[in-house]
Nanobody
Framework: QVQLVESGGGLVQAGASLRLSCAAS????????MAWFRQAPGKEREFVAG?????LYADSVKGRFTISRDSAKNTVYLQMNSLKIEDTAVYYC?????????????????WGQGTQVTVSS
């Protein structure tokens, strides 16, 4: 069983930066894809970024967000720069046992509880 715990969310002004962390425990290994999704009120959960041997980003965050992985700590990070009001959402960490990053949330088996990110003007 895989457990994921997110941290690092908060309230920031537009243009600021935040770094989210996702600590994984249980049966995780390098052949797990780790990803970040987000869900704003009234909207569907959407893919933000994923990492396996390579990385994949949603167009809306490309150039502003960076996903990284510390295998020794079993932790995945999402560095978010130049935050915009439309980045406001609950951010979820997810994992799937595969070598390939897929953007569809239904392909992920394990989810964290989410962390709120609020960007104000």
């Amino acid at each position: 069983q895989v457990q994921l715990v997110e941290s690092g969310g908060g309230l920031v002004q537009a243009g600021a930066s935040l770094r989210l962390s996702c600590a994984a425990s249980g049966r995780t290994s390098s052949n797990y894809v780790m990803a970040w999704f987000r869900q704003a009120p009234g909207k569907e959960r959407e893919f933000v970024a994923g990492i396996s041997g390579s990385t994949l980003y949603a167009d809306s965050v490309k150039g502003r967000f960076t996903i990284s992985r510390d295998s020794a700590k079993n932790t995945v990070y999402l560095q978010m720069n130049s935050l915009k009001i439309e980045d406001t959402a609950v951010y979820y960490c997810a994992a799937r046992q595969s070598a390939y990053v897929i953007s569809g949330p239904n392909y992920y088996d394990h989810w964290g509880q989410g962390t709120q990110v609020t960007v104000s003007s």
